[in-house]
């Protein structure tokens, strides 16, 4: 019981349910585990009691981090202070001096006291508490004195009621940039490409928006982990992306001929990857690149040029620095910091300051790198708006970071150390999930106002449209596994949802960002509902918008709902003609990844298709019949587009009939994840330029053209 109670005080489950009528107790070395991780002492029954005894004994005035809602009646722990006491608000400086604290006395009753706000940029005139004077949207700090003396500090985030929207209506294309190899391109997709095919888009298709990969920086190896899902940070992006030659200096650069050399070993690159089955060679686009950009920083900026360098730098501060030293000493010691000499393991040290002044050069260089790929990331953003598209780029957020890269080093703090994120056993996938990404410690979060979450989001924020979270249910909660254990021997670790959203909220209003999650899989009850109110749109995939709760059938497209981004399928799914022919399931069946025998599979599969079929027939969303895949593929996205759906997604090989899903997921050199190409049904590589030319695309797109004119038919459903 002693044990529960310690958990429940800092939000580690000690149940969970994988289905509505099942809960399954966590073991309780899992909890002590969970909890050794979060620096609370658990190990015997002794220090359970001690340990709770402590925990009971810290009594506060205020929680670590306040949120005032624009609007809306003011927090309970707010509205909750003793009578008499006075709060002061030292507001967040916007780059001047800061503004003059604000204070006022709690008065007897403060139960309805509310913020005045802003709806669509009108302020509302709800009647503020006496004396109180709205700080701006920021993140404050709030010192409460009670009249017995008893003082309290907290972060104060004041942030708008609802993230940006987007238009009712709007459709785009999902890709991999990666995939998206041109002409022009080196070996894999990058900026420039991603640049063009919005500008393409935009222009030709009146698309409005392209949703990319995480576009994190990687830990560096041969080979180089491929996922973009478990960077080395997600703070900042990774040059490989870079279009070289879209940099200013590179036509100041001096040795032409080894520049020229490289350009053309980048070309046989490409020409492998197109033309002669080749996979995409992250490592080897990546030493090509960096020997170019090492050239390219050897030509001095023009004025205007470094000062907007030195800008950079500036608004970047220790983060940057603290990730290009990690940058040049994985070029020194290896990509892993726990194995680095031991001083070295501490970016504060001594040691570590020195190896920073012997390793300036390298440091400057990747400094030098991140501010070319975040004016490349500004460039793309900037042409895909110049294109008319309403959102313009959507970028990713990973769940978590590799525990060997930049992140886990500089912010160790921050980070539940032999701990990892994953996912419990369900109906899908009865052994659980390991991600192999450490946590962040919600405490850890909490104490610095989460400056960690701010400065990513700002990161992310500052040259996109909008934003995409990965597993958003992570803002709540994250399935923590202790390291060396089965992910059936996890539990649930509990977030502060109110501040997180908060952050995110605060930082999407002042990028004019939108905010997508991806809620797929198990969703805690009231999860969606939150994001719903905050503004933060779903993910809907056609496949799984079924009755659940009913008899299982597809839902009808008026059932389904419409702050969402509705789509066919996704990164980690079969492609459509995939899912339509079956060929998703011969695949895992070769590759020995069934737990049924294949018959079986194969008649539940074409079973679920079949229904989906059906109600596309039956609300003539198929006038070609049965047989068609190209046919069955436009009525696919036909249907989205009568969902009420906001946005409507096109995965980009699913304009060229790819059968190949980028990412398979319990594989790892069984298949080639993240290493593909866009593909024709053939599985013959097309680049750029022949998809924007391809007949099949233009005949897909010109079902999604008149989408703003839509409206959702009536709900209706086969007999």
């Known amino acids: 019981m002693g044990l529960s109670r310690l958990a429940a005080l800092h939000g580690v489950a000690t149940s969970y349910s994988p289905s509505p009528d099942v809960t399954v107790s966590v073991p309780d070395d899992t909890v002590i585990a969970v909890l ?58 916007a780059g001047r001096p800061p503004a003059p604290a604000t204070s006022w006395e709690v008065p007897e009753a403060a139960a309805s006291w509310k913020v005045p706000g802003a ?99 990687a830990v560096p190896g041969k080979p180089t982990d491929p996922s973009p899902y478990r960077p080395s940070s997600r703070r900042f992006p990774d040059p490989v992306h870079l279009h070289v030659e879209s940099i200013p200096e590179y036509g100041h650069v001096r040795d032409r001929a080894t520049l020229d050399d490289l350009r053309q070993d980048a070309a046989a690159l490409s020409e492998a990857v197109l033309n002669k089955g080749a996979l995409i060679d992250r490592d080897a686009v990546w030493e090509l690149k960096r ?9 001095p900026l023009t004025p205007g040029r470094r000062a907007a360098y030195c800008d950079f730098l500036a608004e970047q501060g220790q983060a940057l620095e603290d990730h290009a030293l990690w940058c040049a000493l994985a070029e020194a010691h290896g990509p892993d910091w726990h194995s680095w000499p031991g001083p070295l393991r501490d970016p504060r040290s001594p040691a570590t300051a020195r190896a920073r002044s012997q390793l300036l050069d390298r440091v400057d260089l990747h400094c030098r790198l991140a501010w ?128 997180m959203l908060g952050v995110l909220v605060l930082e999407a209003h002042r990028a004019g960002c939108v905010v997508v999650g991806e809620d797929l899989g198990t969703v805690e009850p009231g999860v969606r509902e939150a994001l719903a109110r905050r503004g933060v749109l779903g993910t809907s995939v056609l496949w799984f918008e079924r009755d659940w709760d009913g008899d299982g059938r597809p839902l009808a497209p008026g059932e389904w709902r419409r702050d969402c981004l509705a789509t066919a399928t996704t990164h980690d799914l079969p492609s459509t003609a995939a899912r339509l022919t079956g060929d998703h399931v011969t695949l895992r069946h070769r590759l020995g990844l069934l737990t049924r025998p294949l018959e079986e599979e194969l008649t539940e599969d074409v079973t679920g298709t079949a229904e989906w079929l059906a109600l596309l027939a039956r609300l003539r969303m198929l006038p070609e019949g049965d047989g068609n895949e190209e046919a069955a593929v436009r009525a696919v996205h036909r249907f989205l587009l009568a969902t009420p759906a906001r946005m409507a997604g096109v995965w980009l090989p699913d304009t060229v009939g790819d059968r190949r899903p980028q990412n398979l997921p319990g594989t790892w050199d069984q298949y080639p994840n993240w290493r593909l190409p866009i593909a024709d049904p053939e599985g013959h590589p097309v680049s750029l330029e022949e998809i924007a030319a391809s007949p099949r695309l233009h005949g897909l797109m010109e079902v999604l053209r008149p989408a703003q004119a839509r409206t959702a038919p009536p709900g209706e459903r086969p007999d």
């Open 372 to 499: 070319l790929t975040a004016t490349q990331l500004a460039d793309a953003q900037r042409a895909a708006e110049d294109a008319g598209m309403e959102i313009g780029i959507v970028h990713d957020l990973a769940v978590g970071v590799h525990p060997a890269g930049a992140d886990t080093w500089a912010q160790q703090d921050a980070f539940a150390h032999g701990m990892s994120v994953g996912a419990p056993p369900d109906a899908f996938n009865a052994r659980g999930q390991d991600w192999g990404l450490p946590p962040w410690r919600p405490d850890a979060l909490a104490a610095t106002g989460y400056a960690a979450f701010r400065g990513l989001l700002r990161g992310l924020l500052a040259h996109a449209g909008a934003l995409r979270i990965d597993h958003v249910m992570g803002l709540f909660r994250l399935w923590w596994v202790p390291e060396g254990r089965p992910p059936t021997d996890g539990a649930y670790v509990a977030y502060d949802a109110e501040a």
């Open 119 to 217: 709806a669509d940029g009108v302020p509302d005139p709800a009647e503020p508490p006496p004396g109180w004077t709205q700080p701006p949207y920021g993140v404050h700090r709030l010192h409460v004195r009670t009249p017995e003396h008893h003082e309290a500090t907290a972060i104060l985030v004041v942030a708008p009621a609802r993230t940006p929207q987007p238009p009712e209506r709007t459709h785009g294309f999902l890709v991999q940039l990666y995939s998206l190899l041109s002409a022009r391109s080196w070996g894999m997709g990058d900026l420039g490409d991603l640049a063009d095919l919005a500008a393409w888009a935009g222009r030709t298709l009146g698309s409005g928006f392209v949703q990319v990969n995480p576009l994190h920086a």
């Open 36 to 93: 050794a991780a979060l620096g609370v002492d658990a190990g015997t029954p002794e220090d359970v009691r001690r340990s709770l005894a402590a925990a009971e004994s810290r009594s506060r005035l205020l929680p670590p981090t306040v949120v005032v809602w624009a609007g809306e009646p003011l927090p309970p722990a707010l509205t909750a202070l003793p009578p008499g006491s006075t709060v002061t608000v030292e507001p967040e400086p």
């Open 291 to 299: 020997q170019a950009l090492e050239l390219v920083a050897q030509v």
